[in-house]
């Protein structure tokens, strides 16, 4: 930052919500974020281990598709940077640099979420956790999946 504080001035803030389809822009920032920016940092996440299903879902799985969403309509879009967890693997001893499978597809959960009550998918929980301990290792986990069968389909620079 000091040897080039001019790197500062290509980045400009702009109001949202992760969760929100279109990631809550206003119309206007909406508008500039597609016709002008270039890199996409994915960083947002609910680290809250002891979460029911639902709201990491929303959080983890359903914020990043539409982050993904929003990315596709990006007229000049160079890169995506999506930060993960080593932990979404959990029965894994060694890990390759590579997307494993998960035993859900994750639009089925993201579909789920979106119709079932937070308490209907908490009884199912344990179940669709599988080796997870918690639901923010398994929908991180999803959200790799996802990432994966989007740049499969739409060959979006992740």
Known sequence: MDEK?????????????ITKEHLGLSDENFKYVTENAQIVFHLAASLKLEATLKPNILMNLTATKYVLDLAKQMRKLIQIVHTSTAFCNVEKDILEEKVYESPHRPLDLIHCAEWMSEETLAKAQKELLGVHSNT?????????VLIRDIYDESNLPV
Not at 136 to 144: Q, R, S
């Open 5 to 17: 504080p001019e790197v500062m001035e290509k980045i400009i803030p702009v109001l949202g919500e």
């Open 136 to 144: 923010y290792t398994y929908t991180k986990l999803l959200a790799e």
